[in-house]
């Protein structure tokens, strides 16, 4: 096992698990996280590049182009609103941590992708979120039964029922309006003070929210995921194909 390889993966890890706690608490994840993540790591992908340098020139320009791509798209997905700044800047970042995919002998099980680490880790955050409806949906199914299921579906797969006092970064499917009536609608709303206080005079103790929740926490998963079991967009592009 690449011993140094190791350490710069368990780095990083504790720099996004950080940066989800960060952004689950306030929504606003420093630059100077990102900053840090790069002072830690550099040293270590200049080392591993220097000796690919010696044995693999071909490999060089392959991660130079790689990382040039994937900073490039992680830009056009932010300019697009596909996510925030600080989901565009950790994946820049592991562009830059990681040129090469992380290999530590066993890992990953299945597979490199298309050989760009980071690219990978988008794949698979993007894969995560309809494992988290699923999720949902058992959650909801044991809690609140299967009764509700018929009459609203999309709240099974999509949220929970949250105590009014306890909305935060929430969405809401229920609220009560400015005639003071219980409006359930499919498209979730953001909440703002005047609408939890209509929710808390309403006397309502719970109601159908969805989890605004960042992206950066599936960075994270889809991470792990692209360091231990590989690509899971790329294998399923080769089953179908």
């Given at each position: 096992?690449?011993?140094?390889?190791?350490?710069?993966?368990?780095?990083?890890?504790?720099?996004?698990?950080?940066?989800?706690?960060?952004?689950?608490?306030?929504?606003?994840?420093?630059?100077?996280?990102?900053?840090?993540?790069?002072?830690?790591?550099?040293?270590?992908?200049?080392?591993?590049?220097?000796?690919?340098?010696?044995?693999?020139?071909?490999?060089?320009?392959?991660?130079?182009?790689?990382?040039?791509?994937?900073?490039?798209?992680?830009?056009?997905?932010?300019?697009?609103?596909?996510?925030?700044?600080?989901?565009a800047k950790a994946l820049m970042c592991l562009a830059?941590?990681?040129?090469?995919?992380?290999?530590?002998?066993?890992?990953?099980?299945?597979?490199?992708?298309?050989?760009?680490?980071?690219?990978?880790?988008?794949?698979?955050?993007?894969?995560?979120?309809?494992?988290?409806?699923?999720?949902?949906?058992?959650?909801?199914?044991?809690?609140?039964?299967?009764?509700?299921?018929?009459?609203?579906?999309?709240?099974?797969?999509?949220?929970?029922?949250?105590?009014?006092?306890?909305?935060?970064?929430?969405?809401?499917?229920?609220?009560?309006?400015?005639?003071?009536?219980?409006?359930?609608?499919?498209?979730?709303?953001?909440?703002?003070?005047?609408?939890?206080?209509?929710?808390?005079?309403?006397?309502?103790?719970?109601?159908?929210?969805?989890?605004?929740?960042?992206?950066?926490?599936?960075?994270?998963?889809?991470?792990?995921?692209?360091?231990?079991?590989?690509?899971?967009?790329?294998?399923?592009?080769?089953?179908?194909?």
């Amino acid at each position: 096992m690449n011993f140094l390889e190791l350490v710069k993966i368990i780095i990083v890890l504790c720099f996004l698990i950080y940066a989800c706690k960060l952004d689950l608490k306030s929504r606003i994840i420093p630059n100077k996280v990102w900053k840090f993540m790069l002072i830690f790591t550099i040293p270590i992908t200049a080392f591993q590049v220097y000796e690919t340098a010696l044995r693999e020139q071909l490999l060089i320009i392959f991660a130079f182009i790689g990382a040039v791509f994937m900073i490039s798209f992680s830009y056009v997905l932010y300019r697009m609103n596909a996510y925030g700044g600080a989901d565009a800047k950790a994946l820049m970042c592991l562009a830059v941590i990681f040129p090469f995919y992380p290999d530590l002998g066993a890992f990953p099980v299945i597979n490199n992708g298309f050989g760009i680490f980071s690219f990978s880790v988008l794949a698979n955050s993007v894969i995560f979120a309809p494992f988290l409806m699923f999720g949902l949906l058992f959650r909801n199914l044991s809690r609140e039964g299967p009764r509700g299921f018929i009459k609203n579906p999309l709240y099974y797969i999509a949220g929970y029922k949250i105590p009014v006092e306890k909305i935060g970064f929430h969405n809401l499917f229920e609220f009560v309006d400015e005639k003071g009536e219980l409006k359930r609608v499919r498209r979730a709303v953001e909440p703002n003070e005047e609408i939890i206080a209509r929710l808390k005079k309403s006397g309502l103790q719970k109601v159908w929210a969805t989890p605004a929740l960042p992206f950066i926490i599936f960075i994270t998963f889809g991470y792990i995921t692209a360091v231990f079991l590989g690509d899971v967009l790329f294998l399923a592009i080769s089953f179908i194909l």
